[in-house]
């Protein structure tokens, strides 16, 4: 049933009408009574008889008799549910969108109906309902038009995932690049399931990579899921397979697209009529028949992340749709996580790297302005934001007529001030929120209640005189007009992110993340205020900042046209790698001290946030292993608080099941002040 409490997290049986019994079959919405209320529910299973010897309500109402919850997608929505500690209502409402009728009612030239398991209850949780028989297997005749129903077991003999040429080889082209890229391409053709961790090199076509890997799953007669990002990054994969594949052949699914585009979009994968589904995170649940291939780009992106119960990571979500459904798998980026480091230290997956010769003739040049020669030649370089290196840089690009490319980590024109006198950051004198000034003309404004400081003085020496503390997008992008007053200055940002520029000569400062491909690549490419990124207080903050340099450095120019500067020390970890352009070598350090300090993914981690007296009890109430490590309290916002419980990886699952039960037990009384349960969140502070 829809009805997320921890407590009611398992299945109920009920009898179906003679009158639904043709309609109700596994996987379609339907309501039931519960508890003297109609609730929505999802119809998983028929079985001829049940376990329950008390009496049986009947099934209310069959909402639509489109079996959109394919059986494969319930095993994994359980896996995940055990896997966060969360119910399995709140997965299935991640993983299947929201009805639309009228989508469900739109005529399709080929429809296939997919195959509805039948037989007693597994392991499945929701509605099981028993008391008609199920309909017999078997195949039975459809109106023109309309493909036949696919038996349980049989493979759907559709256009969409049986391949022109079955096994045909696929043109390796740029995977060349990498010693076992065509190896893993030919797996996918042969119908293997191969894993791997990719480190793109700078300037690689990544979505043509995907686009081949995905073709060569396609070739051997299966489908693919693919997860990235943004809407950027999907735009530009669906370009490239419509290049591979030809047009019809893949959908993409994104939160974004809207209720019908999405639905139908949903509805086409459900059904067989497309072998290939691509999209952000709302796409990591896509049922696709003979899964043959799950892949994710850049998986360290935070919008990866699902912000909803019981909190998933695209990641993990896709690696257990692997596992369980025997499927190749595929994790790659310019950056590598300690998550992905981990998955080839156990040799769950094998590496795809280029050797060093091929890195080296791809890579632009990359300089740090904080090591010792540089301060000897610059001693300002150390505290100019600006140092002259970057400048020079900035210089001979666009004098060759070539874009430049300027990260800034924060958006905006001044987003934090201080006290132009003593340095005292300025604070909103009523919620306490940072001060920020919207542009050069405005008045400053605290950014947390919106609320404007224009009589703002000083606590601390009643100044009334503000400076930059930190500098934004907006004000840099101010400053470099001034600096090169004949250049173009463009701003790709959160207001308006741009996709591509012209290769000419302009200046293109950017957020992480919103940076445009340059045609033919950027001349120089400037990585400022490196500390804003480096000393944030997260376990991932070198990892982050490396992921995101690296993301922008891989569109300048190889070397010697292109130039990359970091205003940073060369000593800084981070830096080295960026230097070297060795991701490898910093996943490895990364994950090497994680599991010296005992953080997540070299153990399970989870944290219990709420008032104080609520984490205690649930706390109290959970029969958590014995080698389970609470840590904290740590303050929360909201004036809450934060409880960290620490487990080694290898009871993962006796952790989850504790908080789930004691969640369980907390609803089951209906407590009232709720606490939220997260397994390895991405910020554990």
């Given at each position: 049933?829809?009805?997320?409490?921890?407590?009611?997290?398992?299945?109920?049986?009920?009898?179906?009408?003679?009158?639904?019994?043709?309609?109700?079959?596994?996987?379609?919405?339907?309501?039931?009574?519960?508890?003297?209320?109609?609730?929505?529910?999802?119809?998983?299973?028929?079985?001829?008889?049940?376990?329950?010897?008390?009496?049986?309500?009947?099934?209310?109402?069959?909402?639509?008799?489109?079996?959109?919850?394919?059986?494969?997608?319930?095993?994994?929505?359980?896996?995940?549910?055990?896997?966060?500690?969360?119910?399995?209502?709140?997965v299935l409402r991640l993983a299947v969108p929201p009805r639309h009728a009228r989508v469900e009612k739109e005529p399709h030239d080929e429809q296939l109906t997919p195959a509805a398991e039948s037989g007693a209850a597994?392991?499945?949780?929701?509605?099981?309902?028993?008391?008609?028989?199920?309909?017999?297997?078997?195949?039975?005749?459809?109106?023109?038009?309309?493909?036949?129903?696919?038996?349980?077991?049989?493979?759907?003999?559709?256009?969409?995932?049986?391949?022109?040429?079955?096994?045909?080889?696929?043109?390796?082209?740029?995977?060349?690049?990498?010693?076992?890229?065509?190896?893993?391409?030919?797996?996918?053709?042969?119908?293997?399931?191969?894993?791997?961790?990719?480190?793109?090199?700078?300037?690689?076509?990544?979505?043509?990579?995907?686009?081949?890997?995905?073709?060569?799953?396609?070739?051997?007669?299966?489908?693919?899921?693919?997860?990235?990002?943004?809407?950027?990054?999907?735009?530009?994969?669906?370009?490239?397979?419509?290049?591979?594949?030809?047009?019809?052949?893949?959908?993409?699914?994104?939160?974004?697209?809207?209720?019908?585009?999405?639905?139908?979009?949903?509805?086409?994968?459900?059904?067989?009529?497309?072998?290939?589904?691509?999209?952000?995170?709302?796409?990591?649940?896509?049922?696709?028949?003979?899964?043959?291939?799950?892949?994710?780009?850049?998986?360290?992106?935070?919008?990866?992340?699902?912000?909803?119960?019981?909190?998933?990571?695209?990641?993990?979500?896709?690696?257990?749709?692997?596992?369980?459904?025997?499927?190749?798998?595929?994790?790659?980026?310019?950056?590598?996580?300690?998550?992905?480091?981990?998955?080839?230290?156990?040799?769950?997956?094998?590496?795809?790297?280029?050797?060093?010769?091929?890195?080296?003739?791809?890579?632009?040049?990359?300089?740090?302005?904080?090591?010792?020669?540089?301060?000897?030649?610059?001693?300002?370089?150390?505290?100019?934001?600006?140092?002259?290196?970057?400048?020079?840089?900035?210089?001979?690009?666009?004098?060759?007529?070539?874009?430049?490319?300027?990260?800034?980590?924060?958006?905006?024109?001044?987003?934090?001030?201080?006290?132009?006198?003593?340095?005292?950051p300025a604070r909103c004198a009523h919620c306490a929120g940072p001060l920020a000034l919207p542009s050069a003309g405005g008045t400053p404004a605290c950014r947390w209640c919106a609320r404007v400081a224009a009589a703002?003085?000083?606590?601390?020496?009643?100044?009334?005189?503000?400076?930059?503390?930190?500098?934004?997008?907006?004000?840099?992008?101010?400053?470099?007009?001034?600096?090169?007053?004949?250049?173009?200055?463009?701003?790709?940002?959160?207001?308006?992110?741009?996709?591509?520029?012209?290769?000419?000569?302009?200046?293109?400062?950017?957020?992480?993340?919103?940076?445009?491909?340059?045609?033919?690549?950027?001349?120089?490419?400037?990585?400022?205020?490196?500390?804003?990124?480096?000393?944030?207080?997260?376990?991932?903050?070198?990892?982050?900042?490396?992921?995101?340099?690296?993301?922008?450095?891989?569109?300048?120019?190889?070397?010697?046209?292109?130039?990359?500067?970091?205003?940073?020390?060369?000593?800084?970890?981070?830096?080295?790698?960026?230097?070297?352009?060795?991701?490898?070598?910093?996943?490895?350090?990364?994950?090497?001290?994680?599991?010296?300090?005992?953080?997540?993914?070299?153990?399970?981690?989870?944290?219990?946030?709420?008032?104080?007296?609520?984490?205690?009890?649930?706390?109290?109430?959970?029969?958590?292993?014995?080698?389970?490590?609470?840590?904290?309290?740590?303050?929360?916002?909201?004036?809450?608080?934060?409880?960290?419980?620490?487990?080694?990886?290898?009871?993962?699952?006796?952790?989850?099941?504790?908080?789930?039960?004691?969640?369980?037990?907390?609803?089951?009384?209906?407590?009232?002040?709720?606490?939220?349960?997260?397994?390895?969140?991405?910020?554990?502070?």
């Open positions: 049933m829809d009805v997320p409490l921890a407590h009611l997290d398992r299945p109920f049986d009920y009898l179906v009408p003679a009158e639904l019994a043709d309609v109700a079959v596994p996987g379609t919405r339907v309501k039931v009574r519960f508890a003297g209320q109609l609730v929505d529910g999802w119809l998983l299973s028929r079985a001829d008889d049940s376990g329950h010897t008390g009496r049986l309500a009947y099934l209310e109402k069959v909402v639509s008799p489109e079996p959109v919850l394919a059986p494969e997608i319930t095993r994994l929505a359980r896996a995940v549910a055990d896997r966060y500690a969360g119910n399995l209502a709140d597994g392991d499945a949780v929701g509605p099981v309902v028993p008391g008609e028989p199920p309909a017999p297997p078997g195949t039975t005749s459809a109106p023109p038009g309309k493909a036949p129903f696919v038996p349980p077991g049989e493979a759907p003999a559709s256009p969409a995932t049986a391949p022109a040429v079955p096994g045909e080889a696929v043109d390796p082209r740029g995977w060349r690049d990498y010693p076992t890229g065509p190896a893993l391409l030919r797996a996918l053709t042969d119908g293997r399931a191969p894993r791997a961790v990719w480190s793109a090199l700078p300037g690689e076509d990544w979505a043509a990579r995907y686009a081949d890997a995905v073709a060569a799953t396609v070739a051997g007669g299966r489908g693919a899921v693919v997860v990235v990002p943004d809407a950027r990054d999907l735009d530009r994969l669906d370009a490239a397979l419509t290049v591979v594949l030809g047009p019809g052949r893949h959908v993409s699914l994104s939160a974004a697209l809207g209720p019908a585009r999405r639905y139908r979009a949903f509805l086409a994968a459900r059904r067989g009529q497309v072998p290939v589904v691509i999209g952000t995170r709302a796409a990591m649940f896509a049922p696709v028949p003979r899964l043959g291939l799950v892949a994710i780009w850049d998986d360290g992106d935070d919008l990866h992340s699902e912000p909803r119960a019981p909190y998933p990571h695209a990641r993990d979500v896709l690696l257990t749709r692997a596992q369980l459904g025997e499927a190749g798998a595929l994790v790659g980026g310019y950056a590598r996580t300690a998550e992905a480091q981990l998955l080839l230290e156990t040799g769950w997956a094998r590496e795809v790297v280029a050797d060093r010769a091929t890195v080296r003739a791809r890579i632009p040049a990359i300089a740090p302005t904080g090591d010792d020669p540089q301060l000897a030649r610059d001693p300002g370089a150390a505290t100019a934001r600006l140092p002259s290196l970057a400048w020079t840089a900035a210089r001979d690009a666009l004098r060759a007529g070539l874009p430049v490319l300027v990260q800034v980590p924060r958006r905006g024109y001044l987003p934090s001030m201080s006290c132009a006198d003593c340095r005292t703002y003085a000083c606590p601390q020496c009643g100044g009334r005189r503000l400076r930059a503390a930190v500098t934004g997008a907006r004000r840099t992008a101010e400053e470099l007009g001034r600096a090169f007053p004949d250049v173009p200055v463009r701003t790709s940002g959160r207001e308006e992110v741009l996709t591509d520029v012209p290769g000419g000569a302009a200046l293109v400062v950017a957020t992480p993340g919103a940076e445009p491909v340059a045609e033919g690549g950027y001349g120089a490419v400037l990585l400022l205020d490196s500390w804003a990124l480096l000393t944030r207080a997260d376990l991932r903050a070198g990892e982050e900042a490396l992921r995101r340099w690296l993301s922008a450095a891989a569109l300048a120019r190889p070397a010697p046209a292109g130039r990359v500067v970091v205003v940073a020390d060369g000593a800084l970890a981070p830096v080295q790698a960026l230097l070297r352009w060795d991701a490898a070598w910093f996943a490895g350090r990364e994950l090497a001290e994680r599991r010296e300090l005992g953080f997540p993914p070299a153990v399970r981690m989870a944290s219990v946030t709420g008032p104080a007296e609520a984490v205690a009890d649930l706390l109290a109430a959970a029969r958590l292993p014995g080698d389970a490590e609470v840590l904290g309290p740590v303050p929360a916002d909201e004036g809450r608080e934060r409880m960290l419980v620490r487990v080694p990886r290898a009871r993962a699952a006796a952790l989850a099941e504790a908080l789930h039960s004691a969640a369980g037990v907390r609803t089951a009384r209906k407590a009232a002040d709720p606490v939220r349960l997260q397994v390895d969140p991405l910020s554990l502070f």
